[in-house]
T-cell receptor
Framework: NAGVTQTPKFQVLKTGQSMTLQCAQD?????MYWYRQDPGMGLRLIYY???????DKGEVPNGYNVSRLNKREFSLRLESAAPSQTSVYFC????????????FGEGSRLTVL | TQLLEQSPQFLSIQEGENLTVYCNSS?????LQWYRQEPGEGPVLLVT?????EVKKLKRLTFQFGDARKDSSLHITAAQPGDTGLYLC??????????????FGKGTKLSVIP
């Protein structure tokens, strides 16, 4: 079982470059989430998709866009990367949007120079 | 915005010692989850507590949800090196739109020295 798979695991960008983080799950999750984790800041929600076809902003959405491509896939795009977006990004899935355990991917470490 | 304060932020103890990690808020939560995260990996759920005053045990780990559902604690008995990691609490609430949101604490980084 792959669970929640994120690609790439590591990426270095220059300021102003764009990139997309990919996330795919094979756990039949209805809801999917993107978080960023920074030292001393904990996990902060960027965007989420409660179900296929819907997306909503989280706590820190500025500078990001998302696409729920289908039930399995939820991508996070940085259109013009900034050094403040240097972070570790985690994708997570959940069976129901209203309760239950979050299953996380292994993370994608992004450095913006 | 609901805030969850975790303490201590860092904890380094010898193998065999006991420890308690705290998660406090001024807000009421519908449920409280504890996750453990190891370096280079995503967080993994340890437990969910939903009832005020609830106590759950997972081998040497004991979790308690406060009576008012504003705080929680994690107690580890006879810590082992395998307990080393980042412990995160997360409080769940329903938003005005009816969706369920999790707010994470900043974490407690535990090191158990052999």
């Amino acid at each position: 079982n792959a669970g929640v798979t994120q690609t790439p695991k590591f990426q270095v960008l220059k300021t102003g470059q764009s990139m997309t983080l990919q996330c795919a799950q094979d756990m039949n999750h209805n809801s999917m989430y993107w978080y960023r984790q920074d030292p001393g800041m904990g996990l902060r929600l960027i965007y989420y998709s409660a179900s296929e076809g819907t997306t909503d902003k989280g706590e820190v959405p500025n500078g990001y866009n998302v696409s729920r491509l289908n039930k399995r896939e939820f991508s996070l795009r940085l259109e013009s990367a900034a050094p403040s977006q240097t972070s570790v990004y985690f994708c997570a899935g959940r069976q129901s949007p209203n309760t239950g355990e979050l299953f996380f991917g292994e993370g994608s470490r992004l450095t913006v120079l | 915005t609901q805030l969850l304060e975790q303490s201590p932020q860092f904890l380094s103890i010898q193998e065999g010692e006991n420890l308690t990690v705290y998660c406090n808020s001024s807000s009421v939560f519908s449920s409280l989850q504890w996750y453990r995260q190891e370096p280079g990996e995503g967080p993994v759920l340890l437990v969910t507590v939903v009832t005020g005053g609830e106590v759950k045990k997972l081998k040497r780990l004991t979790f308690q949800f406060g009576d008012a559902r504003k705080d929680s604690s994690l107690h580890i008995t006879a810590a082992q090196p395998g307990d080393t990691g980042l412990y995160l609490c997360a409080g769940g609430t329903y938003s005005g739109a009816g969706s369920y949101q999790l707010t994470f604490g900043k974490g407690t980084k535990l090191s158990v020295i052999p």
